[in-house]
Each structure stands twice: as structure tokens, then as C-alpha cells.
């Protein structure tokens, strides 16, 4: 950590013009300030790409434009931030000179279209699609789409998606499945909440002509902080399975257990986990267990662009016919994030 630090300070006095934040060793980093939050600062810099820094180490800092500032109290000031020698803080804007304290702040930001309050409240779009082929000894094509829809504020989370997956062989479907679903979640308190879902499947292969889940139950947020989060809940589902050879319909009750787990380092990468567990009430031999993985990361500075590399993992303990009990689906994909 030491040698780390030092490197920075040798880079750092290169930065001619530059956002100062100043650390509680007497460390000095220059960049530019992109975000502040109750529980990081993050600092874009030249020499190290973006850092987050803990605000436990943090004494003060300074911007060179102006920039919003959002107190505890709610209070919200604009100009540019000044900090002395002895890391008294204060924001020089045309209202004068407003002294504040480090401990103070709650958040920054850089334009009025950013201020998180509003930011927490409107939609959130993703669109990833892959298309893949070979040709010569095989021939092989691939197309999978996915498309999910977020709005979110302080306490609540409505979540639409969908997806396609499908893959053929020498003229042969290996792969048909379709998804939709949509989940709410809302918060009563800072840890516990409560959740509703539905989902519906097509799967052409597993012989599922719908599979129809509906749950409902507690939710419980471990930490929700902005570069990482992580939720579980609990509760009850109803499933509903028809299928393509018309054989009897199953229908059962059952429990809905579900993981989910999100992280964001270097301001660039994020990791997105999700666990779903779905026992019948009535054997609880009979279960669908669901995992989904994926590693989003930006090209290059695009705010718009990523790139995804992905894992799906999707086991049945009664699958239908001759259908195989677990699928597995490795993909890559170019996401648009908006």
C-alpha cells in the first residue's frame, strides 16, 4: 500500500491542473473528481485509471470547477470547492464563500441532469444481443438477445425483462428457449422489504411448451451501496408446467429462495450474480435451481457501450422425456446501457 501511494505521488505532480483530495496519512492525489457518495469518493486519474477512495481515509478536497454538493441536512450547494492548508473545507459560489465539513457531505455531482435523487427514480435500459456462426465440417448458428428494463429509487425496484437463447446444428434446433419476466421489490425499513415476481418460459427442447412461475415473499438487503449490493429473499411460488407432446399439465407450491449479489471496481467492471432456488412444497425432491452470472466491462471510455461475458446455469430434478436435467449456456455479447 505504501509503494502504492508513493507511485501516485510521483505521477501526481506531473498533474498540472487537477481535483485534490487529500488522505488521512497526509497522501495527496490529483485527478478528476467523478463521484462522491456517503461511502466513497471516486477519483479518475491519469496515472492509475479510476480509484475509489474510503471516505474513513479521507480529510478533504478540493475541485477545480464547479460542481453540486449535497449536505446531510439535505441542503445543496453549487460552486467550486476550496479546501486550506489546514483541510477546512468550503464552497466558493455566488451565494459567497458556505464553509462545510468533510463529514457533512453527502454527495456530488457534476450537471442537474446528474443529482442522484433524480437519477434513482427513472429508467434504466439494457440491450445485449450475440449472433454466431460456423460453416465447413459444421454448420452452426446462434442467436441470443437479451433486453431488461430498471427503474429504481431509494426503496423500490421494478424490473421487466426478457430473453432468447437459440442454436441449431447441421440443420438441427439444439437449443429454443424464450423468457419474460417482471420482479417489484419495495423496502419498509433499512434491511427488510417485501417482493413479487413472475415468469414465464417457452422451452422447445425440454419439451416446455409455457412454464409459469408467480412468487411472492420477503426480501433482505445486506448492504445496498452504490458499487455494491447484496439481497436475499424468501418465499412462496406457484408453478405451472404445459408441455409440447400435450402429456398431463404439473402444477405445485413450492418455496422461492433467491440470491442476488452485484460489484463494481474500477469504476469500469461490474459482476451481476444471481441464485434462484425453487423446491415443491409437497417433494422436495422436485426443484428448479437457476444460476446467473455475468461480467459487464465498458469500451474503452464509452458510457453507452460494454461488452458481456456470461454463464447460465439451469437444472431441473424432473426433467421431461429424454431432456437432460441441467443446461449450461457460456455467451458473450455486446450490451448498449442507458
Known amino acids: 500500500m505504501k509503494l502504492q501511494i508513493f507511485f501516485l505521488l510521483g505521477c501526481a ?67 467550486v470547492v476550496l479546501a486550506d492548508s489546514a483541510n477546512r473545507m468550503q464552497v466558493k459560489g455566488e451565494s459567497g464563500e458556505i464553509p462545510i465539513s468533510l463529514t457533512a457531505v453527502h454527495e456530488s455531482w457534476l450537471t442537474p441532469e446528474q443529482d442522484p435523487a433524480r ?20 454448420n452452426e448458428k446462434a442467436l441470443g438477445a437479451n433486453i431488461s428494463a430498471i427503474r429504481k429509487s431509494e426503496n423500490t425496484e421494478l424490473k421487466i425483462y426478457a430473453s432468447l437463447n437459440r442454436k441449431s446444428s447441421d ?14 421489490t419495495s423496502y419498509f425499513g433499512d434491511f427488510w422489504g417485501w417482493y413479487a415476481r413472475q415468469e414465464l418460459e417457452n422451452d422447445a427442447i425440454e419439451n416446455i ?19 455494491k449490493k447484496l439481497s436475499a429473499n424468501m418465499g412462496l411460488s406457484y408453478r405451472s408446467e404445459t408441455y409440447q407432446d400435450e402429456s398431463s399439465a404439473n402444477r405445485n407450491l413450492g418455496l422461492d429462495l433467491g440470491l442476488q449479489h452485484f460489484y463494481r471496481f474500477r469504476n469500469r467492471f461490474e459482476i451481476h450474480n444471481e441464485l434462484t432456488y425453487i423446491p415443491s412444497v409437497q417433494d422436495f425432491s422436485s426443484y428448479l435451481l437457476t444460476q446467473k452470472s455475468y461480467l459487464d466491462f465498458s469500451l474503452a471510455a464509452s458510457k453507452v457501450w460494454k461488452v458481456r461475458l456470461g454463464l447460465n446455469n439451469d437444472y431441473n430434478s424432473r426433467p421431461e422425456g429424454d431432456s437432460k436435467g441441467l443446461d449450461t449456456t457460456y455467451y458473450s455479447s455486446l450490451v448498449a446501457d442507458w
Open 13 to 79: 505532480g506531473a498533474v498540472l491542473q487537477a481535483d485534490v483530495v487529500t488522505l488521512k496519512d497526509g497522501s495527496v492525489l490529483k485527478g478528476k473528481i467523478d463521484s462522491i457518495s456517503s461511502e466513497a469518493i471516486g477519483l479518475d486519474t491519469a496515472y492509475a485509471g479510476p480509484l475509489r477512495l474510503d471516505r474513513a481515509q479521507v480529510v478533504s478536497f478540493s475541485t477545480e470547477e464547479p460542481v453540486y454538493i449535497r449536505l446531510e441536512s439535505g441542503d445543496v450547494y453549487s460552486g
Open 209 to 227: 411448451k409455457l412454464r409459469s412461475v408467480t412468487a411472492a415473499g420477503l426480501s433482505y438487503r445486506f448492504y445496498d451501496l452504490e458499487y
Open 119 to 138: 437519477m434513482k427514480d427513472r429508467w434504466n435500459f439494457k440491450v445485449a444481443a450475440n449472433v454466431s456462426g460456423k460453416t465447413g465440417n459444421n
Open 171 to 184: 440443420g438441427s434446433t439444439t437449443s429454443d428457449e424464450r423468457k419474460a419476466g417482471l420482479r417489484y
